[in-house]
């Protein structure tokens, strides 16, 4: 018999925000596809079968055009209407811009910027073709409150949080009249092995006890995504507070504040 469950996709979604956006879009009764770059991302997928859905892993490298296409075909090949796709997938680069690695950032935006633009254009033209009667089309773009900061000692990462972020909202408006939503997802420092594997483990973002809780950012950012919002900030009270003050503080304030936090203690 043909699935009657509607299908998400979520890349990078074999742990971190990612993986809960994923549990989150299975509670809610979506059959869900996960990337991830190893091979836990099997492990995930029996997790997220464990909600009572149908899961379909594949482990493929996002920075590559290869990896985005794979993962695509993957999707594709299910031959089901897409009905929710969470690019997430993304990584740091943390330290001084003289002292950081140009591969690793050149890495960093492949993933970050080219991957999501990659993706994006399948998930859109697919969304498109499929039209309206095969239920929602929604899109989420995970970016960062470092969108709306600079960010020293991450100095290419927020830059290409900014890119999600702008990204998100200039084709939501190209496809208001479509019906497809899109909305962004600016999470505040949560919990997850981001920042190790960032290479931030010597700075304030080393600890993960004080930051948000992935599973209330990734709850946040399904509501805003079944809502139709075109962005929502992820995490406590003063997550949303320092967005609301980043759009006040000029940008030398702002870049000060958060080269103090992210700032290597060696
Ligand atoms: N954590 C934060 O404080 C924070 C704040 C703001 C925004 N964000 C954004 O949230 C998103 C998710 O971050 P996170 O905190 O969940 O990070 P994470 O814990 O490091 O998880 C990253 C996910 O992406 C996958 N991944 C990493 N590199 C990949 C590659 N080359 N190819 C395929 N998959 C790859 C990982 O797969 P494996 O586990 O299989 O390696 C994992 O599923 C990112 O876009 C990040 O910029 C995070």
């Not at 899961?55 to 695509?72: H, I, K, N, S």
């Not at 470092?146 to 000692?153: D, E, Q």
């Not at 958060?258 to 203690?265: D, K, W």
Request: proline share 5%; glycine share 10%.
């Amino acid at each position: 018999m043909a699935p009657t469950r509607p299908l998400a996709l979520v890349t990078g979604g074999s742990s971190g925000i990612g993986y809960e956006l994923a549990a989150e879009l299975a509670r809610r009764g979506h059959d869900v596809a996960v990337s991830g770059q190893s091979e836990r991302v099997h492990e995930a997928a029996s997790s997220l079968r464990e909600l009572g859905v149908d899961a379909f892993p594949l482990q493929a490298d996002a920075a590559t055009y290869e990896g985005v296409e794979a993962f695509w075909t993957f999707v594709a090949d299910l031959g089901r209407p897409l009905n929710v796709a969470c690019l997430n997938v993304g990584v740091g680069v943390g330290g001084a811009f003289a002292d950081t690695d140009l591969d690793d950032e050149l890495r960093m935006i492949a993933i970050n910027c080219a991957g999501t633009v990659h993706m994006a254009k399948r998930v859109v033209r697919a969304m498109l073709a499929q039209g309206p009667d095969q239920g929602d089309r929604r899109i989420l773009v995970v970016s960062s409150t470092s969108a709306t900061t600079p960010t020293p000692y991450e100095p290419v990462y927020g830059p290409t949080k900014a890119f999600g972020f702008s990204f998100a909202e200039s084709i939501r408006e190209e496809l208001r009249e479509e019906g497809i939503t899109v909305t962004a997802l600016l999470p505040g420092a949560t919990d997850s092995e981001f920042h190790h594997r960032a290479g931030m483990g010597d700075t304030r973002f080393g600890d993960n006890s004080w930051k948000n809780d992935r599973t209330q950012v990734a709850r946040q950012g399904i509501d805003a995504v079944m809502a139709g919002d075109d962005h929502v900030v992820g995490g406590d009270e003063a997550t949303q507070q320092r967005v609301v003050e980043n759009r006040r503080m000029s940008e030398p304030e702002k870049a000060a504040r958060q080269g103090a936090l992210a700032r290597p203690s060696r």
